[in-house]
């Protein structure tokens, strides 16, 4: 089923290095800071809702989660909080930006040995300086031939990808993480897919079990990839 494929994307978070893990400490975090105001899963629900509410403005990222994350903080203490749980807020995320980029087991060589038979592409979606900052520190960038930072990892996003790159949806192969973002969207399409689930998920990249298909391969490392390519 691989004898057509062209390009091979990969998503960037929990695919190619850890990144939801931040995201867990940093609501721990805010959830504690929390704890005058409300109970630990009323302040994760009213972070999430805030979240979701901003994401046609702010997008992904760790910005639009700081931003969110003082948001709720600010409806959740009634306009009551200091400004040092303001500048705590800051500092993790500031912490969070700066850490250093570890790829996940596998990668490097998945990339050194598919880059000599394969266009390799980056397809992921975040905030533009932050996920140039990690492929710069990742040491990958020198094995692909495109890097896309998408706005939404949808049906049209990945068309308008596809007609960049100048293949055909039979060409083309996505591995990530999620299903909802990085496979049923090019399944849909009628390309391939490899799903390789990261141990932690956000919420909202959650897809209820009854909208699966068999139209894509499950894997539980990235180095599988060179069984089949």
């Excluded at 912490?95 to 000599?116: D, I």
């Excluded at 992921?124 to 930072?149: A, F, P, V």
């Amino acid at each position: 089923m691989m004898r057509n494929i062209k390009i091979v994307a990969f998503d960037a978070d929990d695919t190619l290095w850890p990144n939801e893990d931040l995201f867990r400490e940093a609501e721990e975090l805010f959830c504690r800071l929390m704890q005058p105001y409300t109970d630990k899963d009323k302040a994760k629900e009213a972070l999430f809702s805030t979240e979701i509410n901003n994401l046609p403005l702010y997008g992904y990222g760790i910005k639009a989660f700081m931003l969110s994350m003082i948001e709720t903080a600010l409806k959740l203490s009634g306009g009551k909080m200091d400004s040092a749980v303001t500048e705590q807020i800051i500092s993790t995320g500031r912490a969070m930006l700066n850490q250093p980029v570890k790829l996940l087991p596998g990668a490097l060589p998945v990339f050194k040995t598919l880059s000599a038979k394969y266009k390799l592409v980056v397809a992921t979606k975040g905030d533009l300086l932050d996920q140039e900052r990690k492929l710069n520190k990742s040491g990958l960038t020198k094995y692909l031939h495109h890097i896309e930072i998408m706005s939404e990892k949808n049906i049209r996003g990945y068309k308008t990808l596809m007609r960049r790159l100048g293949v055909m949806p039979q060409e083309f192969l996505m591995v990530g993480n999620s299903l909802k973002s990085d496979i049923m969207p090019v399944v849909k399409l009628g390309a391939r897919a490899v799903w390789i689930p990261y141990s932690l998920t956000w919420q909202h990249e959650n897809l209820a079990t009854d909208k699966l298909s068999n139209g894509f391969i499950k894997m539980d490392k990235i180095a599988d990839l060179l069984k089949i390519l």
